[in-house]
Nanobody
Framework: QVQLVESGGGSVQAGGSLRLSCAVS????????LAWFRQAPGQEREGVAG???????TYADSVMGRFFISRDNAKNTLDLQMNSLKPKDTAMYYC????????????????????????WGKGTLVTISA
């Protein structure tokens, strides 16, 4: 049974930092492209950061230079370091996995990435106050 379990969400003030983690089990982790998505209230879910099996990363323009995605192939974990947080970063954050041979990190971004992902976590809530 495939499981993706997010943790690390919470409430911080604008300008602060948070680190999200995702524990992945039940699949051959090293073969999967991994990504972080977010969904703000009333908006579509969108991919904000992706990382390929090789470690190549890509980011949405909205988070470039502030968010950093990383994976640990020994621990089967995926992290998202979020710095300089803004109120508009408030959202439910989800980790997701797609088989690596058919999905690049770039293809996980935006709303078009939704259909490419094979497995999803249940999300962790991030709230940024002004």
């Amino acid at each position: 049974q495939v499981q993706l379990v997010e943790s690390g969400g919470g409430s911080v003030q604008a300008g602060g930092s948070l680190r999200l983690s995702c524990a992945v089990s039940g699949l051959t982790y090293r073969l999967y492209t991994l990504a972080w998505f977010r969904q703000a209230p009333g908006q579509e879910r969108e991919g904000v950061a992706g990382i390929e099996t090789s470690g190549v990363t890509t980011y949405a323009d909205s988070v470039m230079g502030r968010f950093f995605i990383s994976r640990d192939n020994a621990k089967n974990t995926l992290d998202l370091q979020m710095n300089s947080l803004k109120p508009k970063d408030t959202a439910m954050y989800y980790c997701a996995a797609a088989i690596g041979w058919k999905t690049t990190a770039t293809q996980t971004l935006g709303t078009t990435g939704l259909s490419r992902m094979d497995y999803w976590g249940k999300g962790t809530l991030v709230t940024i106050s002004a």
